[in-house]
């Protein structure tokens, strides 16, 4: 005997959640709890014969009436395979870019941040990325219905470095999405989206470049003396400027200049400052735990302004296309020319690979040239006409 809806109206809680049976059709339930909700649930066995239990809704919000059609509509769905609770799980996980991506930087990175897997400013490059491409170009689509055609036209127009990065990032989100069920597996709408050739920055600053900057950024007594001391070092001991920013007085020996790096991009390592990078800041006042002090002693000084001073001494110096981190490969270059072995190289750089020391001692080589000249010279002999006496070569 199905139930009436005086019957459901009724319906008062008990010391223990009790079902209310209904016979059409049959598994129909109204299911009462202690604290008075009464809610309509669907009994039945799914194809491998299972017994499972879906939750249609409220007596609120659902009738006897709907809940009867909602029981029938999903037993007649049962007939043809579809099961209730799978296709609740599936309408859940279809969700748009835009709640991923808010996922992704308010549970996912913080818990990778609490872990030591990702940096602060590793999280803010991220979050760049999020809210300036993939959130404005994705974040309506719902993450299933992303194509590799979407992702193409969101980076169409990306500088070659930064199309990467973002490809990069967004092939991340996107198997993030396959692991929370957002998408089936294996379909990352980034693969077969084209990486654009990145050309290898090679820019050196010359003697006379190096000699002009410290001469600008003497001339520059009005200037934040730490971003003057900030460059100054990282051109002498050929740190990332981020690593510059990070020596605390705490990890520094001022009379041995062994300084302690606990958190570099490849790890923690220890640095020993050469006398002049030593003598520049054993003569800085003491401000605040960070050699690079900033406005507070809870960081360094701002990367930011650092680099804003270092782009005027180089107008001042009459210096073009330099940037921060070519101070870096200056001393690298410098390394290499003296002779540097490709190890000793790994060393100073602070590499878990060899790839960047090879390049730098390829860099510094002069084999090739002169191999390159030797075999010119022979030929031109042997062809005739030009003579190698009679050509200068220049550079």
Request: with cysteine.
């Amino acid at each position: 005997m199905g139930l009436t809806v005086k019957q459901v109206r009724d319906a008062r809680p008990k010391d223990t959640v009790y079902n209310l049976r209904d016979d059409d059709p049959a598994g129909l339930s109204l299911r009462v709890g202690t604290s008075g909700r009464r809610t309509w649930v669907l009994d039945y066995r799914n194809a491998s014969g299972r017994k499972r239990r879906w939750t249609i809704g409220t007596a609120e919000a659902f009738t006897l009436h709907q809940a009867r059609d909602a029981a029938r509509e999903a037993q007649r769905g049962l007939s043809r395979g579809v099961d209730p609770l799978d296709e609740k799980a599936s309408r859940r996980a279809r969700i748009t870019v835009s709640e991923m991506l808010d996922r992704y930087l308010h549970e996912y990175m913080p818990k990778r941040l609490e872990l030591g897997k990702l940096k602060p400013k590793t999280i803010s490059g991220y979050q760049r990325q999020i809210e300036g491409n993939i959130r404005p170009a994705l974040g309506a689509l719902l993450v299933e219905d992303v194509t590799s055609a979407h992702v193409e036209k969101m980076v169409r127009d990306l500088a070659p470095v930064m199309r990467n990065r973002v490809l990069a990032l967004t092939s991340k989100l996107f198997r993030l999405g396959e692991d929370w069920k957002f998408r089936p597996q294996h379909t990352n709408p980034v693969r077969g989206v084209e990486r654009a050739t990145e050309r290898a920055r090679l820019r050196t600053l010359s003697p006379d470049e190096i000699g002009a900057l410290g001469r600008a950024l003497s001339s520059m007594s009005d200037a934040n003396p730490w971003a003057i001391l900030a460059i100054r070092l990282a051109a002498l001991t050929g740190l990332r400027i981020g690593e510059v920013q990070s020596i605390e007085w705490d990890n520094l020996d001022v009379k041995t200049g062994r300084l302690e790096l606990p958190d570099t991009k490849t790890g923690a390592r220890v640095h020993t400052l050469p006398a002049p990078a030593l003598a520049l800041v054993a003569d800085s006042p003491r401000t605040g735990k960070f050699v690079i002090a900033g406005k507070t002693d809870k960081a360094p000084l701002d990367y930011r302004a650092i680099g804003r001073l270092f782009a005027a001494a180089c107008d001042e110096a009459g210096i073009s296309g330099a940037r921060l981190h070519d101070l870096r490969r200056t001393a690298m270059s410098n390394a290499a020319r003296r002779g540097a072995s490709v190890p000793l190289l790994q060393d100073l750089l602070g590499h878990k690979t060899s790839v960047m020391a090879m390049r730098y001692v390829q860099m510094a080589s002069d084999e090739t040239d002169q191999l390159r000249e030797a075999i010119g010279a022979e030929t031109a002999a042997l062809m005739g006409g030009v003579k190698s006496s009679e050509v200068s070569k220049v550079g």
